[in-house]
């Protein structure tokens, strides 16, 4: 389960961010995650209020964006959504793809108080 160490990361984050400004506590913390990154949510969401407790994102308002993944044909150059990094265009099946977007895992933003 590698979703403890992302969140364990987040944290990391929030506390070099809050240090940085000279606060204790962040109030709302707002996360991209792509489809594509290889993330289960419901992993991050079973583990996130262990991951965070005691540190300075333990009351903060968690939202997580979901990015769907998108992809550019190398073939017919089609833009298409995908589910999976294994799909195929649907305009002319081919597996040959550059992901454009769908991968991402960043912190938004962070709200301090």
């Known amino acids: ?8 990361g987040i944290v990391k984050i929030a ?3 809050t240090a940085k400004v000279k606060e204790n ?3 709302k913390i707002e996360l991209e995650i792509g489809q ?3 993330v ?4 991050l969401n079973f583990v996130w209020e262990s991951a965070v407790k005691d540190s300075v ?9 979901e990015i769907p993944g998108k992809a550019i044909c190398a073939d017919c150059d089609r833009e298409f ?5 294994f799909d195929s265009c649907p305009n002319c099946n081919s597996n040959f793809k550059g992901i454009i977007q769908g991968k991402e895992l960043r912190v938004k933003s962070l709200e301090v108080i």
């Open 40 to 43: 289960e949510l419901d992993a």
């Open 81 to 85: 959504y995908l589910n999976n990094i």
């Open 25 to 27: 506590a962040v109030a």
């Open 57 to 65: 994102l333990e009351h903060a308002l968690k939202t997580i964006i």
């Open 1 to 8: 389960m590698h979703e403890l160490s992302i969140v364990m």
């Open 15 to 17: 506390e070099d961010e």
């Open 36 to 38: 594509l990154a290889g």
